[in-house]
């Protein structure tokens, strides 16, 4: 959707003039039917953004069945000013006694995936991550309160290699990682904010190259390898932003036997959230579906990282994944 001016039909039926940039984007799987919602819903259509639902008002269980399977979670959107209600929304659904965890997990993800479309877009980075953390919080949260439903935050996405998804996946197994491993609370915390914007850098790679369907050629692949020095350029751009946060981003395709890029690290001189989402990256791509490839297994994937790729990646961290996918497994 460009970000030129449209039109909104308001309550009183008069017609205001607003911009693209003042709503955000949210999946109708989030919204309890039957329950009003805190905020207006509105609808993208013909160039127009109409109000379908006002606040106050309620969906039945069969219009949100119907519209969500419709939904390819580029139609549906609240206003900007609204999004903190939006998100005390969602905290009120995890916390309902109402759902079952595998709910409550679709919900997370969906939300989470809605806004971090919206973080991705936003120019500044910084902003961007402090918007971040609430998201990473309310995942170490469910992670804690409902380990069984961990699988649920991955099976649930579409089995589609775009950029907000493959973010979020990284991100759950990177916490997942990073638990396994024992790391603290506030290390997760950073770690999950880490994984969440490692691929920050593609903002500047050209969409074609993005999103070709098929491998890239040599003068594309060389393009696409600049993405964790534009990342590292853009991090450091913002000045309160962790080192733990820039080397997870601009190390996180080098190898643990050396060889990676782009400064041919090895061993330890790589950065442990460098290490990680290096691992955690590469699980996703090889595990989700994409244009050229047909995804592979959990455990298939995991074993050929292992016997095949082992030199790529930290030993003791890939032994602790498979700690990591015996509970999602179990889930």
Not at 13 to 41: A, C, G, H, Q, Y
Not at 54 to 60: I, L, M, N, P, Y
Request: charged fraction near 25%; charge should be negative.
């Amino acid at each position: 959707m460009s970000k030129k001016s449209i039109r909104q039909t308001a309550k009183d039926d008069t017609v205001k003039t607003m911009s693209t940039n003042d709503f955000f984007r949210i999946r109708l799987s989030t919204i309890r039917p039957l329950e009003p919602v805190p905020f207006d819903i509105f609808i993208f259509i013909d160039g127009k953004m109409i109000n379908y639902l006002k606040q106050g008002d309620a969906f039945k269980a069969d219009k949100v069945q119907a519209l969500h399977k419709k939904d390819t979670g580029e139609s549906f959107f609240v206003l900007n000013d609204k999004k903190q209600f939006y998100r005390d929304y969602v905290k009120s659904s995890m916390n309902s006694a109402l759902l079952s965890n595998n709910d409550k997990a679709a919900i997370l993800r969906e939300s989470s995936i809605a806004i971090l479309e919206d973080l991705f877009e936003n120019p500044d980075v910084g902003l961007a991550l402090a918007d971040s953390r609430p998201i990473v919080a309310d995942l170490i949260q469910f992670m804690d309160i409902a380990p069984e439903s961990i699988g649920n935050l991955i099976s649930l996405s579409g089995h589609d290699f775009y950029t907000y998804n493959h973010s979020f996946d990284v991100s759950i197994y990177s916490l997942g990682l990073g638990q396994a491993l024992g790391f603290d609370k506030k290390t997760l915390e950073e770690l999950g904010q880490s994984s969440l914007f490692h691929d920050v850098g593609k903002r500047n790679v050209s969409i074609e190259i993005l999103c070709k369907k098929g491998p890239l050629d040599e003068k594309e692949w060389a393009e696409m390898r600049m993405h964790p020095q534009f990342g590292l350029k853009i991090l450091n751009e913002q000045p309160s932003i962790s080192e733990a946060i820039k080397a997870a981003c601009y190390e996180h395709h080098e190898s643990w036997s050396g060889g990676g890029y782009p400064q041919d690290l090895s061993g330890p001189e790589i950065h442990p959230f460098g290490r990680i989402v290096a691992l955690t990256d590469t699980y996703d791509a090889m595990t989700t579906q994409r244009s050229y490839n047909v995804p592979m297994k959990p455990a298939e994937a995991l074993n050929m990282m292992k016997n095949k790729l082992s030199g790529r990646f930290d030993p003791e961290m890939l032994k602790a994944m498979y700690s990591v996918l015996f509970k999602m497994k179990a889930s």
